[in-house]
């Protein structure tokens, strides 16, 4: 008679091929979401990722090519929310396999110029991306009646190009002067579009041009003793451009994650991707500090905020997703950031990132990490805040302590363990231990680990991780899920 099959499989592969290109996949395939699960094969988090790339480099080029795709394994939810009248999305049904987007393909390419162009260097960098989604993915923050948008139904395609100059004089008391310019444009191409967004542009096509210039200002002012030196460094950036275009009309995929600290201070653009692009005039300033010993001891710490003096501020204004709301630069004078950096040199490392509130410097967010290494021990210890977001529905801080540690056996041998601790929930996310062997040219692992974070009805997921990797071949693993019994 008529059997049903239900099949799984997952694989893996990376290659050199001539020259300096790679290619490589990492696909996994299954008749139905349940299957991995239901047979114990694997790990399953909500979904698994599929990609294939080939990438390619020299000593001022670079070329990726990707592809991506998102195969669910929760199941849809039973009911379809109704959203408020007054919202600009109507429900489109609760199938949310379909709104996870088909990725084809994203093409990355950066080019520095080997000659100087009027003294200065000349940089080129270009995107094209291109998706489809079969179902807008939408939802509303808890208490509020205003949709934000994942993603959203159709067939969306972007290319982008950027073209950077800059050069950098220093004047005969150490200033450094770096003035710069830029220069992007991007053509938007939108076929099949939900048009119950209503928000959204109702064109096929729009183009946005975004020229920019901008001075950069350092002044390293050292100090030498006995032992070691100080550097001590105001840092100040001012950049000027037109307003953003189309905020708000436009499809944002590749720039909804915004992390304003210390390391995107002083990013021309804060932006994540290429779907938002900065616009007004900006200034963005800080204080450095470095302390190097002749012992080896390294300090660093660097402060600042960044005001936003004319034009629209697109971090003021929501865009689709929502993705600027509580970044911390939505007002004229942002939020506070602050960080810090220490290399003991016997094996210590510490550093933090901060951001403060900008009236009354409450927390905002906060990742620490400490990590060390004596003899056959490594560790590592982090702590991380983030502190409530209510308009993209997070009401309650968060908190989570994250702890590692391995443990050397003998010679190649070693032993290894984890811990991902919830201080809010007070509760233990994610824990496991392994025992694993490296040479040269072969490793091998096995890991036990658990994961009370699944949304699949269990309480805790086990899973035995088998995991085989050979220097010129690449990796093969394998995973068991151990039900409960």
């Known amino acids: ?68 795709s998102f195969d669910l394994s929760q199941e849809d939810y039973t009911t379809t929310g109704v959203n408020d009248p007054s919202a600009s999305f109507t429900s489109i049904g609760n199938s949310l396999q379909d709104k996870q987007a088909l990725v084809l393909p994203v093409v ?33 923050a ?32 150490g200033q450094v002067f770096t003035p710069f310019v830029y220069a992007r444009g991007d053509m938007f191409f939108l076929s099949a579009a939900d048009r119950n967004v209503t928000d959204l542009t109702g064109s096929s096509f729009v183009g946005r041009f975004t020229p920019a210039a901008g001075i950069e200002y350092k002044f390293p002012i050292i100090a030498t003793f006995d032992g070691g030196n100080h550097v001590v460094s105001p840092i100040a950036q001012i950049i000027a451009r037109p307003n953003e275009h189309g905020i708000g009309e436009l499809p944002n995929e590749d720039a909804q994650s915004i992390v304003f600290d210390t390391t995107t201070l002083f990013d021309y653009d804060k932006f994540s991707g290429f779907d938002r692009t900065e616009g007004g005039t900006r200034a963005n300033v800080g204080l450095s500090y470095k302390l190097q010993l002749d012992s080896g001891y390294y300090f660093s710490a660097l402060a600042g905020r960044s005001y936003h003096l004319s034009g629209t501020n697109s971090y003021e204004k929501p865009d689709i997703s929502g993705s600027t709301l509580n970044s911390g630069l939505e007002t004229s004078a942002s939020d506070y950031v602050a960080s810090f950096y220490l290399d003991t040199q016997y094996g210590v490392k510490l550093g933090a990132q901060a951001r403060l509130d900008d009236d009354d410097f409450a927390l905002k967010r906060l990742q620490s990490q400490i990590s060390a290494t004596y003899g056959p021990v490594v560790s590592s210890f982090a702590y991380a805040f983030l502190g409530s977001q209510p308009d993209l529905g997070i009401n309650e801080d968060r908190q989570e302590l994250i702890s590692s540690a391995s443990l050397k056996l003998f010679d190649n041998w070693r032993i290894y363990g ?26 091998m692992s096995m890991t036990y680990a658990e994961d009370r974070s699944r949304n699949n009805g269990e309480p805790v997921d086990r899973t035995l991780i088998f995991r085989f990797g050979l220097r010129t071949l690449g990796d093969l693993q394998y995973s068991k899920g151990l039900s409960e019994q």
């Open 418 to 443: 984890s811990m991902r601790y919830d201080l809010e929930g007070a509760n233990i996310v994610q824990d496991g231990v392994g025992l694993a062997y490296d040479d040269e040219g072969f490793s």
């Open 108 to 140: 990355d390419y950066d080019y520095v110029f080997a000659d100087p162009i009027v003294d200065g260097e000349l940089s080129l960098t270009a995107n094209f991306t291109s998706l489809t989604r079969s179902d807008t993915d939408a939802f509303q």
């Open 1 to 68: 008679g008529a059997k049903d099959w239900r099949v799984g499989a997952r694989t893996t592969g990376a290659f050199n091929l001539v020259g300096n290109w790679d290619f490589g996949w990492d696909v996994t395939y299954k008749s139905d979401r349940a299957f991995l699960s239901d047979y114990n094969f694997t790990s399953v988090g909500a979904s698994e990722t599929s990609n294939v790339y080939l990438e390619g480099s020299s000593a001022r080029n670079a070329l990726r090519i990707e592809a991506f």
């Open 142 to 173: 808890t208490g509020s009646n205003i949709d934000r948008f994942r993603g959203i139904e159709g067939t969306f395609s972007r290319f982008s190009v950027r073209g950077d100059w800059r050069r950098t004089f220093v004047d005969p008391i």
